[in-house]
């Protein structure tokens, strides 16, 4: 018999609104989600909103991680084993965030998402950063039931993380463009509804550009935009909606110059300019204006790489993901030079 239709699973609960920290049991049980034993992970920078989303619960538990390495997801785990929560509430940014889906998958647990900055997509994605003895590796893991996001909460996060989150969505333009690209070359599977998912975030956030980046009406697109590319993800099945040659040239890059400061989000941006030219992307010049307005890293000259450099990095990209079909395998030596020369000046 034919099959007429696909399931994939999401959040029960979305919110992206102002105050709701003190809300997040309220706001669960309306959903009846009830959940009377959480353990809350956060770190100890931002202690007070995990103390505010505890006072909601009638057994709170809160346990302090210091980054998203592996140990850390094995003290999480620990706490889990002691105390037998009901649900894992994940308070912080992404390395926190990551953490929790991690450690719930493994110990089959719900975890609710609940970001104070909005620095990339895993507010929601089916896939967690964590950092292992030989190198940081992208785990799958379940989706969060519920994403909560506190708009008054993410104002207080670092200006540098919100720049991350806005370059990291962007870059939704650059990755579907070239798993379009692969569809054609291989017949790779191709999802458009994650596809157009992931695009249309993109997009709306681009034609807000005019919007200042602090705006709570600027936030709620972003949240809302970082929310959607994780459940294409999801639909997808892979992070082909939101990962393409820019986010090689990114993880590229990393390994060059490991001790750089820059974000992964910002870095995604600028090098999705050149990739989106290379692609013959109608929207390239409006998200090169796009960076310069908003003050995000917009050449390679911000991470002090000249074109030698940036070849360099061009040249390690593709080892960074193998089998990966993306516009950066037919580019020749002349259409690098003039793409590069196009996208940066």
């Known amino acids: 018999m034919p099959i007429f239709g696909s399931s994939v699973s999401l959040p029960i ?12 049991n309220e706001l669960l049980r309306e959903s009846n989600l009830l959940f009377t034993k959480p353990l809350i992970v956060t770190m100890k920078e931002i202690r007070s ?22 140990p850390q997801v094995e003290a999480v785990e620990a706490a889990i084993d002691e105390l037998r929560p009901d649900v894992l509430l994940g308070v912080g940014g992404g390395r926190v965030i990551d953490v929790a889906k991690f450690a719930g998958s493994r110990r089959i647990l719900p975890v609710v998402s609940i970001p104070t900055s909005l620095s990339n997509d895993g507010i929601s994605s089916p896939v967690a950063v964590i950092r292992f003895r030989k190198g940081t590796r992208s785990v ?3 989706m969060p039931t519920a994403v909560l996001v506190d708009l008054g909460a993410i104002t207080s996060a670092p200006l540098k993380n919100l720049k991350a989150g806005v370059g990291d969505l962007l870059s ?7 798993w379009l690209i692969a569809y054609r070359k291989t017949k790779e599977h191709y999802d458009a509804v994650a596809a157009l998912l992931a695009r249309k975030s993109a997009f709306e956030m681009l034609d807000a550009r005019r919007v200042n980046l602090t705006d709570t009406s600027f936030l709620k697109i972003l949240a809302e ?3 959607l590319s994780g459940i294409a993800m ?30 992964h989000g910002e870095q995604v941006a600028m090098f ?9 992307e109608p929207s390239a010049s409006a998200q090169a204006e796009f960076l ?3 003050e995000l890293i917009a050449t390679p000259a911000d991470l002090r790489l000249d074109f030698k450099g940036f070849k360099k990095v061009l040249e390690l990209a593709p080892s960074t993901r193998p089998g990966r079909t993306t516009v950066l395998d037919k580019a020749s030596g002349a259409d690098i030079e003039k793409a590069f020369r196009k996208a940066y000046g």
């Not at 609960?13 to 997040?24: F, H, P, Q, T, Y």
């Not at 892979?238 to 590229?252: F, K, Q, V, Y």
């Open 234 to 263: 999801g639909i997808a099945g892979t992070s082909r909606p939101c990962s393409g040659a820019e986010h090689l040239l990114s993880h590229a890059y990393d390994e060059l110059y490991p001790d750089k400061v820059t974000l």
């Open 292 to 294: 310069k307005r908003n």
């Open 49 to 70: 909103m995990a103390d505010e989303v505890s006072a909601g619960f009638k057994e709170p538990h809160i346990h302090e991680i210091t980054d998203n390495s592996y």
């Open 140 to 142: 799958g893991v379940n």
């Open 225 to 227: 935009g970082l929310m």
């Open 272 to 280: 999705a300019l050149f990739t989106s030219i290379l692609q013959k």
């Open 13 to 24: 609960l979305v919110r992206i609104e102002e105050d709701l920290l003190d809300k997040v």
């Open 172 to 178: 939704n333009i650059s990755a579907t463009n070239d």
